[in-house]
Nanobody, 112 residues
Framework: QVQLVESGGGLVQAGGSLRLSCAAS????????MAWFRQAPGKEREFVAR????????SYADSVKARFTISRDGAKRMVYLQMNSLKPEDTAVYYC?????WGQGTQVTVSS
């Protein structure tokens, strides 16, 4: 099975930036279909960003569009989420997802 390990979360002030990383190892046959989800306290998990296919086509939730950028490094089997202009509403645990496999999550807290 694939293993996914996120890192890069932390505490940041509103307007700041963070870059999350996801390291994929093991069975990474679906590496070219990767996504980031997040879950805030008391809320359902929500889609954040996805990068798919050999072309690296990306898509984003409306709430993060123009602020977040998902990218990948195929050789390193790494996926990234660059988060700029962070808002308190972005506070959540962020998860790297491949198919039905989820990472352990990394906490992002944005203070106002």
């Amino acid at each position: 099975q694939v293993q996914l390990v996120e890192s890069g979360g932390g505490l940041v002030q509103a307007g700041g930036s963070l870059r999350l990383s996801c390291a994929a190892s093991g069975r990474t046959l679906n590496f070219y279909n990767m996504a980031w989800f997040r879950q805030a306290p008391g809320k359902e998990r929500e889609f954040v960003a996805r990068i798919v296919g050999s072309s690296g086509s990306t898509s984003y939730a409306d709430s993060v569009k123009a602020r977040f950028t998902i990218s990948r490094d195929g050789a390193k089997r790494m996926v990234y989420l660059q988060m700029n202009s962070l808002k308190p509403e972005d506070t959540a645990v962020y998860y790297c997802v491949q198919g039905t496999t989820w990472g352990q999550g990394t906490q992002v807290t944005v203070s106002s």
